[in-house]
């Protein structure tokens, strides 16, 4: 393993303590806030979500709209593909914010429109990342890693010690986990959204947080996937 690979293992060890780390009083305040914020989201926005999610998961399953062509990238060096990643990565984060920015001046109708068309993009960036770092994505069970890491990426604090093992466990454990619970999936990503979104159907201020919330939104799902596949590649090569 040479220094980079080394530097990098490190910095994923960094971000998987950060990771488990016990829930602050403020996010743990928040948490409880979200909860009544919930309540008062329209059940039409709440029907769209829920689909959006569905449609998304089994989509990615089949990966029509997804699947990107397998790279050949085996000439390069771990740190060659990351620099690509780390190339591609702003394309997706400016894409997000252009979107949500739009969607989040137009009220609630149109800003719940953002849901499915944010997931798409989401999801996009996750196979360009899996491809670039050599995987390939048109087998099943690299998609269903992908929803692993996403559900990671989105989980509440109760289910973050337990996805982590998950990624981290894939090759021994992958036949006992094809089977996502989507329905799991899907509440836990709408929990963990619903205040930012909640803030961008508001009128006046939700062209500016829908940007500012999706480039988040992608940033951490980016830096997640990032760590969880420097973590399965670097583990097992040689020292």
Known sequence: MNTYEEKVLQEAEHWKFSMLKRPSKFQRTAKSLQLKINEKIPAKVHRIMTESIKKMVETTLVG???TTKKRDVSGLSFEEKE???L????????????????????????????FPL??????????????????D???????????YIFHLAFCSDDHRTKLLE????????????????????QQEYRDYIDVVKMFQLM???????????????????TKVAMNVYR???????PK
């Open 203 to 221: 009128p006046g201020i939700g062209a500016v947080i829908g940007a500012y919330a999706n480039y988040q939104l992608l940033d951490h799902l």
């Open 118 to 135: 944010l997931l798409s993009i989401k999801m996009k960036c996750l196979f360009d990342i899996a491809a670039t770092y050599g995987f």
């Open 83 to 85: 620099k690509r990643i």
């Open 137 to 147: 994505v048109k087998e099943k069970e690299e998609r269903i890693y992908m929803l």
């Open 64 to 66: 029509s709209d997804f």
């Open 231 to 237: 973590f399965r590649i670097l583990s097992s090569s």
């Open 166 to 185: 998950v990624v981290e466990n894939w090759e021994e454990k992958k036949e006992e986990l094809l089977e996502l619970d989507w329905k799991a999936f």
């Open 87 to 114: 190339e591609l990565i702003p394309k997706y984060k400016k894409t997000a914010a252009v979107e949500g920015a739009g969607t989040g001046a137009g009220g609630i109708l149109l800003g719940a429109a953002d």
